[in-house]
């Protein structure tokens, strides 16, 4: 008998499995606190770098699917965790919030992989820039959503919104943007990663 094609389609199989890996990770990552800030937010062990290899792996597609369903455990985590729901938000604000801290912060992270064909250069820059934008979407929040004022640390008050929130999410995103981008390039540099990587995105 000849060959007959496979009902399967192991790539798309290939990608399920790891997108659905890759989310786990992120998420049991993400419960990683290396350092807590006082004040809020906190440096996670670098959580968002399962979901920028996926993307960096797989294309910007696949990765803004991976990122959302990775949006929708933080969401659920602060829905549970810390408590969205009850503090006090207008309808308005309350949406804005959930896409600006949530959905919108994390699902960017799947346009890792914008800039993939450029091997190196271009994963380390996509990671840098993914996580900008999770910077932005956050001071947003706070200057727009919380209307954050007041003192961070003694001697240091600040009563413009918009400075305070880009100072506040700068204390433990430009931390975890640090780690993140060491971490990506540590790994992209192993052998074997590298290889994958630039294997997947000449290929897709």
Same mark, same amino acid.
């Given at each position: /008998?000849?060959?007959? !094609? ?5 790539? !798309?199989?290939?990608?399920l499995?790891? $997108? ?7 998420f ?13 937010g906190?440096i996670?062990?670098?959580? /968002? ?5 996926l ?15 990775y949006?929708l455990?933080? *969401? ?7 408590g ?6 207008s ?10 801290d ?11 992989g ?5 091997? /190196? !250069? ?14 932005l979407? %956050? ?6 959503? *919380? %209307?954050? +004022?007041?003192?961070l640390?003694e001697?240091?008050?600040? $009563?413009?919104?918009w400075?305070?929130? #880009?100072?506040?999410? +700068? ?8 780690l993140?981008t060491?971490? #990506?390039?540590l790994?992209? !540099? ?11 995105a000449?290929?897709?």
């Amino acid at each position: /008998m000849g060959n007959k !094609k496979s009902i399967f389609n192991w790539n !798309k199989i290939r990608i399920l499995v790891e $997108s659905a890996t890759m989310v786990a990770l992120a998420f049991v990552l993400s419960m990683v606190k290396v350092f807590k800030l006082p004040w809020g937010g906190s440096i996670t062990l670098l959580s /968002m770098l399962p979901i920028i290899i996926l993307s960096i792996r797989n294309g910007v597609k696949n990765g803004l699917i991976c990122a959302f369903l990775y949006s929708l455990t933080q *969401f659920l985590d602060g829905v549970i965790g810390d408590g969205l729901f009850a503090w006090g938000l207008s309808p308005l604000y309350l949406a804005l919030c959930i896409f600006l801290d949530y959905i919108g912060a994390f699902t960017v992270l799947g346009l890792a992989g914008m800039f993939r064909k450029s091997e /190196m !250069k271009g994963w380390i820059g996509g990671t840098a820039a993914v996580i900008s934008i999770r910077y932005l979407l %956050h001071t947003l929040s706070g200057a727009v959503v *919380f %209307h954050s +004022a007041g003192k961070l640390w003694e001697g240091l008050e600040i $009563s413009n919104p918009w400075l305070y929130s #880009a100072v506040y999410n +700068a204390c433990y995103m430009l931390p975890e943007m640090i780690l993140t981008t060491i971490g #990506a390039v540590l790994l992209f !540099k192993t052998g074997a990663v590298k290889m994958i990587l630039k294997k997947q995105a000449s290929t897709t």
